[in-house]
């Protein structure tokens, strides 16, 4: 049961971060675009009553960790102390069988995204953890009084910009997923556009999100 629950929440992960979504080589922010609010604290669960916890909490020593390290953008390991640490994993489920991600609020003009990269997942399969490379991948972010709303931007609302050549991103296309290879400031200039634009967001992952 352990390993069933431990290989079901590295599915979760993989179809809530994966193709679905718009994925990225790099990340939507520099340090100067990075915000904290404690609004996005706690134990959440969707409205809907899915047993999925997302827990998220500040922890300072991620950013001593950074510093301690080698780093570059290319790495993605931009030091910082806004980073975010969110467990994602099923109600009950045990300690091993979250994944983790590093979780960044990116304040854009006046809206607010969320870069999530992951850091580590329950994986039983050694062969098939080689092959999987970690992305970039954003949302917006509406705080409520009593909650939150995140939107994931839609894989499929991408390629058809793409594909009636109405934007210009470097990008990588291998006819299965769109990787975007723009740095941070081509990514921002693309969000900041259509960040308002209802259809750049799918309704399939859009989570509204309650205290646990």
């Known amino acids: 049961m352990m390993k069933k629950r431990a290989f079901f929440i590295t599915l979760l992960g ?4 994966s193709g679905c979504t718009v994925l990225s080589f790099y990340p ?4 100067n675009e990075l915000v904290k609010n404690d609004q996005l604290l706690g134990k959440w669960q969707s409205i809907n009553g899915d047993t999925v916890i997302w827990e998220i909490s500040f922890k300072d020593s991620i950013w001593m960790e950074k510093m301690n390290s080698p780093f570059d953008l290319g790495s993605k390991e931009i030091p910082n102390r806004f980073t975010y640490t969110l467990n994602l994993y099923l109600k009950g489920a045990p300690e091993e069988a ?18 999530f990269y992951p850091v580590n997942w329950a994986m039983q399969n050694t062969i098939l953890a080689f092959h999987l490379m970690r992305v970039h991948t954003f949302s ?3 705080f409520h009084e009593n909650g939150m709303e995140i939107k994931w931007f839609d894989s499929e609302w991408l390629e058809g910009l793409f594909a009636n050549n109405r934007v210009r ?11 975007l290879t723009a740095k ?3 990514l921002q200039k693309f969000i900041l556009k ?7 967001y799918s309704e399939d992952l859009t989570y509204n999100l309650s205290r646990y």
Not at 14 to 17: A, E, G, N, S, V
Not at 171 to 179: K, R, S, Y
């Open 14 to 17: 993989l179809c809530i971060f």
């Open 140 to 142: 917006k972010v509406e």
């Open 194 to 200: 259509y960040g308002n634009d209802k259809n750049a």
């Open 98 to 115: 979250k994944a983790e991600f590093h979780v960044h609020l990116v304040k854009l003009g006046d809206q607010t995204f969320l870069d």
């Open 28 to 31: 939507l922010f520099t340090e």
């Open 184 to 186: 941070p400031e081509e």
């Open 169 to 179: 991103i470097r990008h990588e296309n291998n006819g299965a997923n769109i990787l």
